[in-house]
Each structure stands twice: as C-alpha cells, then as structure tokens.
Nanobody, 120 residues
Framework: QVQLVESGGGLVQPGGSLRLSCAAS????????MGWYRQAPGKGRELVAR???????NYADSVKGRFTISRDNAKNTVYLQMNSLKPEDTAVYYC??????????????WGQGTQVTVSS
C-alpha cells in the first residue's frame, strides 16, 4: 500500500498564503505524477494542479498565476504554494500520486485531505 500524508492547511485571510505538503510512503516502485484536487462544500472534486515526471505542470484556470506546484522526487513529496488566496479557494484539498507499486501494478493513491479556509 501507498500512504499519502498531507499537512499545511488552515485558516488564512483573503490575500494570504499557505503552503501544502504531501509525502508519499509505502510500497512505491515509482511515482509518475503527483497532484492536488479540492472539494468545496456542495461541489464536486476538481483538479487544482498536477506535476508529472520531468516537471511538466498543469493548473486549473482558477488558480493560474496564484498557485505553484512543485515536487521533491528524492523525498516523494509534492508541495502546493498558494498565494493571493480568495474565499472561493476554501475547500478540502487532497493529494494524489500515480505510479507503480512494488508489485509493478498501477496505483493511484489519495491523501486524507486537509482543510483550507479563506475568510476574514
């Protein structure tokens, strides 16, 4: 099994910043991509940002220019730097990892989620 542990969520005022972290551990052979999704109350889960091997990134239009995803391959850790936060960024943020487990089976793992609340 592959475990993802997120940290860094919390309460921040509009215009503020937060940095989320997510570390993967367990039966990992390789990780091809890591990313962040979010789910606001009463809404579906949406992709926020994703980074694949080689450093290629993609972002939701709503966060382009404000959020930055990065990855430390040696630590199997992904980060999401969130700047200029808005109330509409309030959601539970979930980390994901796609790759192969030690049995060389494809895997997608999800973190438990971390709450981000943007409010004055």
């Amino acid at each position: 099994q592959v475990q993802l542990v997120e940290s860094g969520g919390g309460l921040v005022q509009p215009g503020g910043s937060l940095r989320l972290s997510c570390a993967a551990s367990g039966s990992i052979f390789s990780i091809n991509a890591m990313g962040w999704y979010r789910q606001a109350p009463g809404k579906g889960r949406e992709l926020v940002a994703r980074i694949i091997s080689g450093g290629v990134t993609n972002y939701a239009d709503s966060v382009k220019g404000r959020f930055t995803i990065s990855r430390d391959n040696a630590k199997n850790t992904v980060y999401l730097q969130m700047n200029s936060l808005k109330p509409e960024d309030t959601a539970v943020y979930y980390c994901t990892a796609d790759g192969l487990d030690n049995g060389l089976s494809p895997m997608r793992s999800w973190g438990q989620g971390t709450q981000v609340t943007v409010s004055s």
